[in-house]
């Protein structure tokens, strides 16, 4: 098993097997096109609703936020529509001053009015539409506009996950006159003030861009970008039809198209802040019973079955907590393995399931399991799963839906064991944990739990500034959550991203969510 450690926020991504980025002394050339494939459609254009990379590999190109980070030297922050900013020495108070003249692609200016009115939505949205990361605003009390390009936003609480939050790419900044528009216009509508304009989109088939004149930056070096909507990565690629996929590559996909593309194509490697979670409806009546949770993780063999895994899809070799195990928040391994689910014995741990499921008089248990049409690493961990269930006797059925009805079906909480995910920017456990809060903080919780002591927990740790005291408290929160097992962690993956040789410029980021506007990257064509 290899181990890539992050070591925290001053240093939280270590680039492993990092090949082909090219050479600081080069000069970027101006024009081109950059096509890219796309495995998932976006289910909507509100970037502020989803956490779906269908979205977030078409729409962040469109949009800026406050700050962004610097992918020279992740994860330092660097301003994008802020040109100064400031926190207070109390953590109460951070203050934004704007870029001038920054106009969004309808022609009208940015002002501070619509940095409140983004970040007013993000924390309160209206009636009818979702902010998907809600709980990560909640320390906000209010945010007030002296002027046309000043924004203060006035804290309840410090919260130690804020400054980098206002780096989120979620964070869009939207128009006030657009929010502020009857319905969801953000749905299906797109306006931003980032370096691409929207052109087109048609469903299924590709998503058109064109450069934006009047950017506010001046490191945007493509006349524009088609997004395609693929099947698989290595014909497409390797017949020309995309110079990248910014998802990731299996290690068998990466070796198929070196043996068809050679010194035609090239890799960037990076550890990857995605965490594959086995989610259980609490509305399923067996799963009322803890024991028959906590046989369905026992039955689980993680370290033999990732190892296998990791060489045939795009995840880690080691079983992790939901808090990542190679960063300093995780509890150590010798205390993971203590719990359901992490026995290093997994035939013994398959026993001890099996009579916890005679005890509660579940031998046998029928149920179905939803899974995401995406091949990597989905298909495999159905596969990977379904086997390690019907070792213990159980008798579970899979059903397959296509990305969009899966996001659905799953948001209804139409399912009895799902697929999911947690999909992190930053190893910070703000980030990491947001998905126990309860069900009426989150809507990710889509177990659909409520626990009061891991909320509390989790705003302590928000608010916590001793980092040993905060870790304390993060792994309080993972423990509980793998000992109730409600959302069963797997791993997080592994992250490899194919580029045509021509494409420069890229920096890959320890997640496939961030790094998406195409700032800096051009063709040497």
Known sequence: MTRTIFTGIAACVVVAGLTGIGSAAEEPKRGGILEYGVKAEPETYDVHATNAYGVMHFLPQHYSTL????????PELVGDLAEEWEMSEDGMTYTFKLREGVEFHDGTPLTSADVKATYERLRNPPEG??????????????IETPDDDTVVFHMKNPDAFMTQNFASPYNSIYAKADIDKPGNWHKDHVNGSGPFVFVEHEPGSKWVTERYEKYHHDDVYLDGT???????????????????????????????LEEQMGDKVKFQSSPWLSESVITLNSKFEPFQDKRVRQALTMCIDRYKGLDALGKLTIISDFPSGHLLATSEWAMPEEELQKLPGFSPDGDAAKEE????????????????????????????????????????????????????KFVEMRSNGGFDVTIDWNSAFLPDPTQMLAKHLSVDRNPQNYAGVTDREIDGWFDQQRRETDKDKRRELAQKIDRKAIEDAWMLPLTYWARTVPLDARVMGYRIAPSHLINTDWRGVWLDQ
């Open 353 to 404: 399931a099996k009579k916890l499921l005679k005890e509660a008089g579940y031998e046998g248990l029928e149920f179905v399991y939803s899974n995401r049409g995406v091949q990597h690493p989905f298909d495999q961990i159905a596969i990977f799963l379904i086997s390690e269930w019907k070792k213990c006797g159980l008798n579970p059925q899979m059903v397959t839906n296509p990305t969009a």
């Open 67 to 74: 700050l962004t980070f610097d992918w020279d030297n992740f």
């Open 129 to 142: 539409e979702v902010s998907a990361r809600q709980p990560l605003f909640e320390s906000i009390d209010t």
């Open 226 to 256: 088609i997004g395609y909507r693929i099947k698989d990565i290595v014909p497409a690629l390797a017949g020309g039809q995309i110079m990248a996929e910014w998802r990731s590559v299996s290690p068998p996909e990466r070796a198929n």
